[in-house]
């Protein structure tokens, strides 16, 4: 068992400089995932997360804004420092966190076959414009794998009911790229 320094994590990351668009790190996977996160999220990004088990967020540090989509809606959720909230399975959710910010997310270990999806919707109508459905198994590789491939795909960023075009966001396409920042 090792004793992680939150602080000092946070410290360290902030010195790093600029992160890949899925920057985290995983401190234990045995029974629950727990993982720190830190900001800020790359402007423009858009794609929802859907996870088959619910989520815990703490904010440790700075704020954290979860967009969850619930009833063809989209609601803000601000979360402070030391606040907390559990995000139920199956809700689509994005977190955008701000400069300097530091979030903990625990949830159940995935299941090995357990589905998860990447999801973006409209900002116009809030219709669905395209659906990934993945087995969990390197996110770090996968998700900007995907983030990718959305955005390089014109037919997937055009809503299908209103022609609205989701624009190409430069610096999350950027961050998409390896694993370090060029």
Known sequence: ??????????????????????????????????????????????????NASPELFYQVRGELISRVYEGGKFRDLLIGEGGMFLIPPQVPHLNIRTEGSVGLVIHRSRAADATEAIVWYCEQCSHELYREEYVHEDV???????????????????????????????????????????
């Open 140 to 182: 770090q590789r996968q998700v900007p794998a995907f983030i990718d491939a959305f955005h390089h795909h014109e037919e997937r960023s055009t809503c299908s009911q209103c022609g609205t075009v989701k624009p190409v966001p430069a610096e999350v396409v950027r961050r998409c790229h390896g694993s370090s920042v060029r």
């Open 1 to 50: 068992m090792d004793v992680v320094n939150v602080i000092q994590w946070a410290l360290d990351s902030a010195a790093a400089g600029a992160k890949p668009v899925m920057h985290h790190e995983l401190l234990w996977n045995d029974g629950f995932m727990v993982a720190l996160f830190d900001g800020p999220s790359p402007p423009g990004r858009s794609d929802f997360h859907i």
